[in-house]
């Protein structure tokens, strides 16, 4: 028949296939709850109490005085659990029907779901420490500043070397052991650490070559320990603070973390009241199968003086090209 062979490859060819695999979204990596104390003792209701007990003092004794009693110094404080979240899908029986897809569909309902709630707790867990300091205020404790901007690149309040060794400084200064000492920073402070010349100029510097062939990290930890501080990145950290510090100012900032992770002495303080749980059932209403995770937590800043924020341009930041 004429045309035969042209008909039949017209019927025979696919012009648009569909690959049996399904592209995932990349995830950021989550870190926070490593750096949580959490509670034990928090067994009903939704606030508990942690008494807290001060110093002693000491002062001249004249024989043949009567001894000065002083009372000792007590506080209370306040822990409650503040969010109650959910993430909640569904797939309806003409979809079951219909999709290719349903078996890779609906098994990534429930895995995707707790890592949302995962997701929004490791924000949560990144954001209570400088929102439990007061803005605008350097947060001083014994006399150092626990909350300050970048120093470097002057207006621009990008990170530097010295924000490392003012930290560690206020860290001391507030008796924090100096073991474990951690950083959490944005990208953005790779970026900038990564194009200092003081640093990367190998000449000056010639530990830090390996930086020039491979870059600064390995995943998420900084290759270098920078003034004792093992360094690790996250997409996590709190942004969009306004603030004015000593006569700096920012309008976009991120707030980046530092502190020590020692036994004992951890910054944050949380409970999981609920872990994430999942519950499914079917809706004749509506003709689909729901589930729904579910989770209920609190964290709060625990150590006011185990936590130093340094807040940068986090975002702000374009590469230079020449």
């Excluded at 079917?282 to 800043?301: C, I, M």
């Amino acid at each position: 028949m004429p045309g035969f062979a042209t008909y039949s490859n017209e019927h025979l060819i696919r012009s648009n296939v569909w690959s049996s695999q399904i592209k995932e979204v990349l995830e950021h990596e989550l870190m926070g709850m490593r750096y949580v104390d959490m509670i034990s003792d928090f067994a009903d209701g939704d606030t508990i109490n942690i008494p807290s007990i001060g110093q002693a003092e000491q002062s001249d004794y004249v024989e043949g005085n009567p001894v000065k009693y002083t009372a000792m110094d007590t506080g209370n404080f306040t822990f409650s659990i503040t969010d109650y979240k959910q993430s909640g899908t569904f797939i309806t029986n003409k979809m079951k029907q219909d999709t290719y897809y349903l078996d890779r569909l609906v098994s990534s309902f429930v895995p995707k779901q707790a890592r949302a709630i995962m997701a929004g707790i490791e924000s949560k867990v990144m954001a209570v420490g400088p929102d439990g300091q007061t803005a605008s205020d350097l947060n001083n404790i014994n006399g150092a500043p626990h909350r300050f901007l970048g120093q470097g690149g002057g207006a621009s309040n990008l990170i530097s070397p010295q924000d490392f060794a003012l930290a560690k400084y206020s860290l001391e200064k507030a008796a924090v052991p100096m073991t474990n000492l951690v950083a959490i920073v944005d990208p953005s402070c790779e970026y900038q650490l990564s194009t200092l010349t003081n640093l990367v100029n190998v000449s000056n510097n010639p530990k830090w070559e390996g930086i020039i062939n491979s870059g600064m990290t390995t995943g998420m930890r900084f290759t270098v320990n920078i003034y004792g501080f093992d360094v690790y990145i996250s997409n996590f950290l709190k942004s969009g603070y306004t603030e004015t510090i000593s006569g700096q100012s920012t309008t976009n900032g991120v707030a980046n973390l530092f502190f020590s992770a020692a036994a004992d002495v951890l910054p944050f303080v949380g409970q999981m009241r609920q872990s994430p749980r999942v519950d499914s059932e079917y809706n004749k209403d509506f003709q689909r199968e729901e589930y729904v995770t579910t989770a209920r937590y609190g964290f709060k800043l625990y150590r006011p003086e185990n936590l130093v924020t340094v807040i940068t341009e986090g975002g702000t930041i374009a590469p230079v090209y020449s």
